[in-house]
């Protein structure tokens, strides 16, 4: 079972930048599905950005054109590039991996980091 391990986050002002990153504990060397959720107080978990296998991309359509997300092969890493952050974007940003092969799927989140926007 991979296990994900986040760092990065904490306070930025308003028009800054961060850069996560969620660490995956083994190689995964089949198909996947890797995203960044966020989650603010008192509102539901939203979906951010997802990268897959094959490469492709999808961002939530608020967040295109500030937010990258990205995945190293060689260090099992999934990052999430963030420019322009406003206060709107304080959260906890979560990762996660769907992982399928001919065995079946398996899953597996990170343990969250705060991001916190604010003057």
């Known amino acids: 079972q991979v296990h994900l391990v986040q760092s990065g986050g904490g306070l930025v002002q308003p028009g800054g930048s961060l850069n996560l990153s969620c660490a995956a504990s083994?190689?995964?060397?089949?198909?996947?599905?890797m995203g960044w959720y966020r989650q603010a107080p008192g509102k539901e978990r939203e979906l951010v950005a997802l990268?897959?296998?094959?490469?492709?991309?999808t961002y939530t359509d608020a967040l295109k054109g500030r937010f990258t997300v990205s995945f190293d092969n060689a260090k099992n890493t999934l990052y999430l590039q963030m420019n322009g952050l406003r206060p709107e974007d304080t959260a906890v940003y979560l990762c996660?991996?769907?992982?399928?092969?001919?065995?079946?799927?398996?899953?597996?989140w990170g343990q969250g980091t705060q991001v916190t926007v604010s003057a």
């Open positions: 996660h991996v769907l992982i399928y092969d001919a065995s079946g799927k398996s899953d597996a």
């Open positions: 083994e190689m995964i060397d089949s198909g996947y599905i």
């Open positions: 990268i897959t296998s094959a490469g492709t991309t």
